[in-house]
Structure formats: structure tokens, C-alpha cells
């Protein structure tokens, strides 16, 4: 059974930082992309960032970049995002997702609050 855990939200003022951490099990996880979404209630599901299997590649939305970077450990089977410069329009549940299985896979979220 395929499951993803998120993990290391919480709040956080403006500018701070946090590091979100996606445990994954039941797949080969090395070899899968992983990404990781957010939504704001009453929004889609918005891409933040993808890394490619073994992590040469990665790939940002404009609204993170230069703030935001999406690691990977293979040995741990597990996806980070870490958040720098935090923003109020940051506050969100994040999610980490799956890639190149025969269904996608969505963890449960972690809530990410940044206010003053």
C-alpha cells in the first residue's frame, strides 16, 4: 500500500523558515518524481515544486522560486521542501504527490501558517 506522510508545518512569522518532509512506503520511491502541491480553501491545488527521481532535476513555480527548494534522500524515502522568506500568501496545506504509478498518490497535508 502506497502511503505519503507530511510532516514539519506549523506557523510561522514572516520570513522565517520551515522544512516540510514527505515519508514515503509501498513503491520503489527512487524511482518516481515527487512534487509538492498547496491549496488555500476554495483554490485548486497548485504545483509549488517537482524533483526528478534521483534529483537532478527540479522545477519551481514562479510565486517560490529562489525561496523554496525540493530535496530528496533515497536512502530515506523521503522528499523535502524547504521554505525560506516565508510569506503570508504561503499559508496553506502542502502536499507531496506521487509520479509514474499506475494511480497518483496524495499524502494527508500539512497546514503551513505565516502571519505576524
Known amino acids: 500500500e502506497v502511503q505519503l506522510v507530511e510532516s514539519g508545518g506549523g506557523l510561522v512569522q514572516p520570513g522565517g523558515s520551515l522544512r516540510l518532509s514527505c515519508a514515503a512506503s509501498?513503491?520503489?520511491?527512487?524511482?518516481?518524481?515527487m512534487s509538492w502541491y498547496r491549496q488555500v480553501p476554495g483554490k485548486e491545488r497548485e504545483l509549488c515544486a517537482y524533483?526528478?527521481?534521483?534529483?537532478?532535476?527540479?522545477n519551481y513555480d514562479d510565486s517560490v522560486k529562489g525561496r523554496f527548494t525540493i530535496s530528496r534522500d533515497n536512502a530515506k524515502n523521503t522528499v523535502y521542501l524547504e521554505m525560506n522568506n516565508l510569506k503570508p500568501e504561503d499559508t496553506a496545506v502542502y502536499y507531496c504527490?506521487?509520479?509514474?504509478?499506475?494511480?497518483?498518490?496524495w499524502g494527508q497535508g500539512t497546514q503551513v501558517t505565516v502571519t505576524s
Open positions: 504527490r506521487t509520479y509514474g504509478l499506475p494511480q497518483t498518490y
Open positions: 509501498g513503491f520503489t520511491f527512487s524511482r518516481h518524481g
Open positions: 524533483i526528478s527521481q534521483f534529483g537532478t532535476s527540479t
